[in-house]
């Protein structure tokens, strides 16, 4: 880890208390105009570090721009390989080249925006530099490929939870992968796998975690459907918060797959259970409602004709009444 990068880890654990140039010299085992060099580049970065005489140095409270220290110190357990980046094309795309380049489970690629992300069917993802979090996560599964499906709605739950452990929103999943407060989309979620060929298992997935997080202006097609975590009211480390809290649950869940540890919250957190939903599933469309979701996480419907169907892909849209 370079000066520069040990600096800003150090006043990130630190956040809104001073460090003297001396002490993260001494630190270091560098000199004083070395520290201050450092603190210079990453004030260009775009840190806001501020300095007092007989001081020092500190981040400033209101400093929102991501760093791995900033996300390090909320995280429980280690094994975490963060790569932080100003702009990318697609966060699934990194993870996949760390993947391809034989990159350990749990390297994740956090970008402060995404010029070309993506959902499901190649959908364009709105990714705002500064707005949201746009996370994508390595993982070598070691269960059968049949249950990738459960890497995505154990994210979806973990979301859940990470939003409300730090907004106290209340968050809700609509089959599969949108996580919704108040009816609106904050998030989407987008797992892609990677098929050995030799043991026709899974080499590995990566699983993208896109969230709305400050108030924002969507674009018009937008407006109505999606929303923010925090709307107005954004906390200090609000992103750094939501992102090592997604971390620490999703790896919880994700290590109990087989026991299907997610499916109960999954199932209680569903924003369609009991609702009329017009259905687009591979050639069957129609409106239809929900009867319930079973273990494998497949929804039951029963459309107007009286037709019962187990849907394990595709996607619903609530009807409003």
């Keep these: 880890m370079h000066l520069k990068e040990n600096v800003l880890k150090s006043l990130e654990e630190c956040r809104g208390g001073y460090l003297s140039g001396e002490e993260l010299a001494e630190k270091f085992g560098v000199s004083r105009n070395a520290v201050w060099k450092a603190v210079k580049a990453l004030r260009k970065d775009g840190y806001e570090i501020l300095s007092a005489v007989n001081r020092g140095y500190v981040l400033s409270e209101g400093n929102?721009?991501?760093?791995?220290?900033?996300?390090?110190?909320?995280?429980?357990?280690?094994g975490y390989r963060l790569t932080l980046l100003k702009s990318a094309g697609s966060t699934n795309d990194e993870a996949k080249k760390i993947a391809e380049a034989g990159g350990a489970e749990w390297s994740a690629v956090i970008a402060e925006e995404q010029t070309a992300?993506?959902?499901?069917?190649?959908?364009?993802?709105?990714?705002?530099?500064?707005?949201?979090?746009?996370?994508?996560?390595?993982?070598?599964?070691?269960?059968?490929?049949?249950?990738t499906l459960f890497i995505t709605t154990s994210a979806a739950v973990a979301v859940c939870e990470a939003i409300e452990a730090v907004s106290g929103q209340s968050a809700q999943i609509k089959w599969v992968n949108d996580v919704l407060i108040g009816g609106k989309k904050v998030c989407g979620i987008l797992t892609e796998a990677s098929f050995s060929v030799e043991n026709g298992g899974l080499s590995y997935a990566v699983v993208?975690?896109?969230?709305?997080?400050?108030?924002?202006?969507?674009?018009?097609?937008?407006?109505?459907?999606?929303?923010s975590v925090f709307g107005k009211n954004y906390p200090p480390e609000g992103r750094?918060?939501?992102?090592?809290?997604?971390?620490?649950?999703?790896?919880?869940?994700?290590?109990?797959?087989?026991?299907?540890?997610?499916?109960?919250?999954?199932?209680?957190?569903?924003?369609?259970?009991?609702?009329?939903?017009?259905?687009?599933?591979?050639?069957?469309?129609?409106?239809?409602?929900?009867?319930?979701?079973?273990?494998n996480c497949f929804l039951k419907v029963r459309f107007d004709d009286g037709t019962e169907r187990l849907l394990s892909s595709g996607e619903v849209s609530v009807k409003i009444q």
């Design 208 to 227: 993208g975690i896109g969230v709305n997080v400050r108030e924002q202006s969507f674009p018009p097609e937008l407006q109505g459907i999606a929303a």
């Design 240 to 295: 750094a918060r939501i992102a090592a809290e997604i971390l620490n649950r999703f790896r919880g869940y994700y290590e109990k797959i087989p026991e299907r540890a997610f499916f109960n919250e999954y199932k209680r957190r569903s924003a369609v259970l009991g609702k009329r939903v017009r259905v687009l599933s591979g050639n069957l469309q129609g409106d239809a409602t929900v009867l319930d979701l079973d273990e």
């Design 64 to 78: 929102d721009l991501l760093s791995e220290g900033g996300i390090q110190k909320y995280l429980r357990g280690d």
């Design 117 to 147: 992300g993506r959902g499901r069917y190649a959908r364009p993802f709105y990714s705002p530099k500064g707005e949201g979090l746009y996370i994508s996560i390595l993982l070598r599964p070691k269960f059968p490929a049949a249950e």
